[in-house]
C-alpha cells in the first residue's frame, strides 16, 4: 500500500521512510506541508499519511484542513506525527481532521499497529464507497440489460429537451420497438427472450455516439435520445440503429435468432410548447406507423425538411 | 528527566527502533552530523534577532530530531530552550543555547565513536 510521509526534518523523513518499507509500504516521502497536499489531490496519490506537525509552507494540521475540504477525494487516513504532548495539541491535531497522533520518537510496533488500523479504516471506506456506487448503478440501470432504466431515461430527455429548446440544438427522440419479440418468449421462451434484450441493448449501444442516450423504456421498447443531431443526419442515424439491429442473427441458447426493430423518430429544435408526454405520444404514433408499414422499418413524426421526409420514404424495408 | 544521569546516546533503544539495522544508524548520524551546524545557525539567528516564534519552532525542530536519534540529554535541552522560547526569555535563552551545544558537543563525538564501530 502506498503511504505518504511529510517531514520536513531529513533524519526523521529517513527514518520513516527505512521502517515503513522494511513493513512492505509503498513510500512517498516529501518535506514540506504543500508537497503533501499535491501528492495526497493526485489521483493515484496515497490514501495513508504520516505528516509531521512542523512543518514549512503548510504544517500538518492545516494539510489535514486542506485535505478535509476536498469533498471530492477519497477518504485519506491522517497520522500526525508530533513531539508536542500537551493534551491541547493534540486536541487541536484532531480537530484540525487527523485521525490520529503519534508522538515522536515513534515506537516501531506502535507506529506499525496505528496504520494497520488506518488500512482497516480505509479498507472499510473502500467497501462502503462500491456498496454506494453499487447502490447508485441498480437505483438508475435496468437491471436486465444494464442500460439505463426508465426513470432515468425519461430525465435525461427531460433535460436534453429543455437543453435543446435553451440553445436551438437540434436532437432526436427514437423509439425502437423489437418485431415479433412475443414469438422469441412463445416459442423459445423467457430466459431466450432475455438473451435477446440483453444483446439488443450491447447493439444500441454500439449505435450511438458517446453523447447519446440509451435507456430501456419497458418491455422491448428501447428509447434513444440523439444530441446535436440536424435534421439532414437523423434519418440516416435512425437507419444505422435499425440495420445494427437486424445486421446479424442474436446468437441465443436456443440458436441464432434474426431480430429486427421498428422505429419511430422526432427530429427538431423547435419543440414548441409540447410536454414530455405530448412529445413521446408523437414518437409513438411514429412507431406505431413503422409496425403498419411492415416493422424494420423508421418512421418520422414530424419530417422537418424535405431531405428528411424524403430519406424517411426510402428507407421503408419490410 | 534528570539530565545528569541520563545518557548521552541511547544507541540500544536507537538500534531496537531501526531493527538493527546499523547501516541506516550510520546514515542517520551522517544526516546529523550534516545538519547540525544549519539547524545552530537558524537558532542562533532566531535569537539574535530575539524571534520567538522562530526560535521556537527551530527548538522545536532540533528537539525532535534528538528524540528520534535517541540522544535524550540534548533533547532535554532543546526542550528547556523551547520552553524558554515560548516564554520570549531571549535573556536565558543565550545561557540555554550553550547548554544545548556542549550537549550535542558531546553527542557528536559519541556518535563518531559509534559510527566508526559500525563501520568495521
Given at each position: 500500500?502506498?503511504?505518504?510521509?511529510?517531514?520536513?526534518?531529513?533524519?526523521?523523513?529517513?527514518?520513516?521512510?527505512?521502517?515503513?518499507?522494511?513493513?512492505?509500504?509503498?513510500?512517498?516521502?516529501?518535506?514540506?506541508?504543500?508537497?503533501?497536499?499535491?501528492?495526497?489531490?493526485?489521483?493515484?496519490?496515497?490514501?495513508?499519511?504520516?505528516?509531521?506537525?512542523?512543518?514549512?509552507?503548510?504544517?500538518?494540521?492545516?494539510?489535514?484542513?486542506?485535505?478535509?475540504?476536498?469533498?471530492?477525494?477519497?477518504?485519506?487516513?491522517?497520522?500526525?506525527?508530533?513531539?508536542?504532548?500537551?493534551?491541547?495539541?493534540?486536541?487541536?491535531?484532531?480537530?484540525?481532521?487527523?485521525?490520529?497522533?503519534?508522538?515522536?520518537?515513534?515506537?516501531?510496533?506502535?507506529?506499525?499497529?496505528?496504520l494497520r488500523t488506518g488500512q482497516r479504516i480505509l479498507h472499510l471506506e473502500g467497501r462502503l464507497v462500491e456498496a454506494r456506487e453499487d447502490l447508485r448503478f441498480k437505483a438508475t440501470h435496468d437491471s436486465l440489460t444494464s442500460i439505463f432504466n426508465r426513470g432515468v431515461i425519461m430525465d435525461l430527455l427531460g433535460r436534453e429537451v429543455s437543453r435543446s429548446r435553451r440553445?436551438?440544438?437540434?436532437?432526436?427522440?427514437?423509439?425502437?420497438?423489437?418485431?415479433?419479440?412475443?414469438?422469441?418468449?412463445?416459442?423459445?421462451?423467457?430466459?431466450?427472450?432475455?438473451?435477446?434484450?440483453?444483446?439488443?441493448?450491447?447493439?444500441?449501444?454500439?449505435?450511438?455516439?458517446?453523447?447519446?442516450?440509451?435507456?430501456?423504456?419497458?418491455?422491448?421498447?428501447?428509447?434513444?435520445?440523439?444530441?446535436?443531431?440536424?435534421?439532414?443526419?437523423?434519418?440516416?442515424?435512425?437507419?444505422?440503429?435499425?440495420?445494427?439491429?437486424?445486421?446479424?442473427?442474436?446468437?441465443?441458447?436456443?440458436?441464432?435468432?434474426?431480430?429486427?426493430?421498428?422505429?419511430?423518430?422526432?427530429?427538431?429544435?423547435?419543440?414548441?410548447?409540447?410536454?414530455?408526454?405530448?412529445?413521446?405520444?408523437?414518437?409513438?404514433?411514429?412507431?406505431?406507423?413503422?409496425?403498419?408499414?411492415?416493422?424494420?422499418?423508421?418512421?418520422?413524426?414530424?419530417?422537418?425538411?424535405?431531405?428528411?421526409?424524403?430519406?424517411?420514404?426510402?428507407?421503408?424495408?419490410? | 528527566?534528570?539530565?545528569?544521569?541520563?545518557?548521552?546516546?541511547?544507541?540500544?533503544?536507537?538500534?531496537?527502533?531501526?531493527?538493527?539495522?546499523?547501516?541506516?544508524?550510520?546514515?542517520?548520524?551522517?544526516?546529523?552530523?550534516?545538519?547540525?551546524?544549519?539547524?545552530?545557525?537558524?537558532?542562533?539567528?532566531?535569537?539574535?534577532?530575539?524571534?520567538?516564534k522562530q526560535a521556537e519552532r527551530e527548538c522545536h525542530t532540533f528537539k525532535g530530531i534528538l528524540l528520534n536519534l535517541s540522544a535524550p540529554r540534548a533533547a532535554a535541552a532543546a526542550r528547556d530552550l523551547e520552553n524558554l522560547a515560548r516564554q520570549r526569555q531571549f535573556g536565558s535563552m543565550r545561557t540555554g543555547l550553550a547548554e544545548l551545544e556542549s550537549e550535542v558537543?558531546?553527542?557528536?563525538?559519541?556518535?563518531?565513536?559509534?559510527?566508526?564501530?559500525?563501520?568495521?
Amino acid at each position: 500500500m502506498k503511504i505518504l510521509i511529510a517531514d520536513d526534518d531529513l533524519l526523521s523523513r529517513r527514518l520513516l521512510e527505512k521502517t515503513l518499507q522494511r513493513t512492505g509500504y509503498d513510500v512517498v516521502a516529501v518535506p514540506d506541508g504543500s508537497a503533501a497536499v499535491a501528492q495526497i489531490c493526485d489521483p493515484d496519490g496515497p490514501r495513508l499519511a504520516l505528516l509531521d506537525w512542523e512543518m514549512p509552507e503548510l504544517d500538518g494540521p492545516e494539510v489535514c484542513r486542506v485535505i478535509r475540504g476536498h469533498k471530492d477525494l477519497g477518504y485519506v487516513y491522517m497520522i500526525l506525527l508530533t513531539s508536542k504532548g500537551l493534551k491541547t495539541d493534540v486536541v487541536a491535531g484532531l480537530g484540525a481532521g487527523a485521525d490520529d497522533y503519534l508522538t515522536k520518537p515513534f515506537d516501531t510496533e506502535e507506529l506499525k499497529a496505528r496504520l494497520r488500523t488506518g488500512q482497516r479504516i480505509l479498507h472499510l471506506e473502500g467497501r462502503l464507497v462500491e456498496a454506494r456506487e453499487d447502490l447508485r448503478f441498480k437505483a438508475t440501470h435496468d437491471s436486465l440489460t444494464s442500460i439505463f432504466n426508465r426513470g432515468v431515461i425519461m430525465d435525461l430527455l427531460g433535460r436534453e429537451v429543455s437543453r435543446s429548446r435553451r440553445e436551438s440544438i437540434p436532437i432526436a427522440i427514437v423509439l425502437c420497438d423489437l418485431d415479433h419479440f412475443k414469438r422469441v418468449n412463445d416459442t423459445h421462451g423467457h430466459l431466450v427472450g432475455d438473451e435477446v434484450l440483453k444483446e439488443i441493448s450491447r447493439r444500441l449501444l454500439l449505435s450511438v455516439r458517446s453523447y447519446d442516450y440509451v435507456g430501456r423504456f419497458g418491455g422491448e421498447e428501447f428509447l434513444v435520445i440523439l444530441n446535436n443531431c440536424p435534421a439532414g443526419s437523423t434519418a440516416g442515424r435512425a437507419e444505422e440503429i435499425r440495420r445494427m439491429i437486424s445486421s446479424s442473427a442474436v446468437q441465443t441458447n436456443a440458436g441464432p435468432l434474426p431480430i429486427a426493430i421498428s422505429i419511430g423518430v422526432h427530429q427538431t429544435d423547435n419543440w414548441g410548447a409540447a410536454t414530455l408526454e405530448e412529445l413521446l405520444h408523437e414518437v409513438d404514433s411514429a412507431l406505431y406507423a413503422a409496425k403498419a408499414a411492415g416493422r424494420n422499418c423508421v418512421k418520422f413524426a414530424k419530417p422537418t425538411d424535405s431531405v428528411t421526409a424524403a430519406v424517411s420514404t426510402a428507407i421503408q424495408l419490410v | 528527566m534528570n539530565v545528569a544521569t541520563s545518557s548521552i546516546l541511547n544507541l540500544e533503544e536507537l538500534l531496537s527502533r531501526v531493527d538493527d539495522d546499523r547501516e541506516l544508524v550510520v546514515e542517520l548520524f551522517f544526516i546529523f552530523r550534516s545538519g547540525c551546524l544549519g539547524n545552530f545557525q537558524r537558532l542562533r539567528e532566531a535569537i539574535r534577532r530575539e524571534d520567538g516564534k522562530q526560535a521556537e519552532r527551530e527548538c522545536h525542530t532540533f528537539k525532535g530530531i534528538l528524540l528520534n536519534l535517541s540522544a535524550p540529554r540534548a533533547a532535554a535541552a532543546a526542550r528547556d530552550l523551547e520552553n524558554l522560547a515560548r516564554q520570549r526569555q531571549f535573556g536565558s535563552m543565550r545561557t540555554g543555547l550553550a547548554e544545548l551545544e556542549s550537549e550535542v558537543r558531546l553527542l557528536l563525538v559519541q556518535i563518531e565513536e559509534r559510527a566508526d564501530e559500525f563501520r568495521k
